[in-house]
T-cell receptor, first 112, second 115 residues
Framework: GENVEQHPSTLSVQEGDSAVIKCTYS??????FPWYKQELGKRPQLIID?????GEKKDQRIAVTLNKTAKHFSLHITETQPEDSAVYFC???????????FGKGTRLSVIA | NAGVTQTPKFQVLKTGQSMTLQCAQD?????MYWYRQDPGMGLRLIYY???????DKGEVPNGYNVSRLNKREFSLRLESAAPSQTSVYFC??????????????FGEGSRLTVL
């Protein structure tokens, strides 16, 4: 089945700097790659997703890139703000009718 | 519009006790999921239901059972709780089936402690 590795597990950046979180997946047939944000004590919520027919997608300060050949995808957050502090999860959906598989998460701390 | 509602939010059990976590969604979604979240382990899928009337095992199903009672409700049962089942449990739903879900909508979570 699908296996998703996520790095780093923790990340600290200064406010205004950029943050990059990287994930790799194992199933070359995977076709959907969402990112979820979980604030402390809250539920995970979708912030951006990308499908395998697209290489990059942007939404304001957030962007996701996908490299199908290397089987990795990344989340980029520019001009980080304290409210970006949270745990971020990447996920991938493998072939067939398999559910999403999540990475282990990255705890991002934005230092004011 | 409540979205995904889980009960209870907190529960303390003794080893060997049983309990059922309830989940209901009001978005007319087809698929529903139960995840557990442990520190450093991410979100691990316990069981899912791709559509009303079907259930399937996820990554960590041992010690759990589920029931898709109807399209709205998906319950998770612990028959004989163990300390290793201490975790935060999230129910989620999505409009599509498991192979084409789109966005997952999560409940607020249920914090379970097994002593």
């Amino acid at each position: 089945g699908e296996n998703v590795e996520q790095h780093p597990s923790t990340l600290s950046v200064q406010e205004g700097d950029s943050a990059v979180i990287k994930c790799t997946y194992s199933d070359s047939a995977s076709n959907y790659f969402p990112w979820y944000k979980q604030e402390l004590g809250k539920r995970p919520q979708l912030i951006i997703d990308i499908r395998s027919n697209v290489g990059e997608k942007k939404d304001q300060r957030i962007a996701v890139t996908l490299n199908k050949t290397a089987k990795h995808f990344s989340l980029h957050i520019t001009e980080t703000q304290p409210e970006d502090s949270a745990v971020y999860f990447c996920a991938a959906r493998g072939s067939g009718n398999t559910p999403l598989v999540f990475g282990k998460g990255t705890r991002l701390s934005v230092i004011a | 519009n409540a979205g995904v509602t889980q009960t209870p939010k907190f529960q303390v059990l003794k080893t060997g006790q049983s309990m059922t976590l309830q989940c209901a969604q009001d978005m007319n979604h087809n698929s529903m999921y139960w995840y557990r979240q442990d520190p450093g382990m991410g979100l691990r899928l316990i069981y899912y239901s791709a559509s009303e009337g079907t259930t399937d095992k996820g990554e960590v199903p041992n010690g759990y059972n589920v029931s898709r009672l109807n399209k709205r409700e998906f319950s998770l049962r612990l028959e004989s709780a163990a300390p290793s089942q201490t975790s935060v449990y999230f129910c989620a739903s999505a409009a599509g089936t498991s192979g084409n879900t789109g966005e997952l909508f999560f409940g607020e979570g249920s914090r379970l402690t097994v002593l």
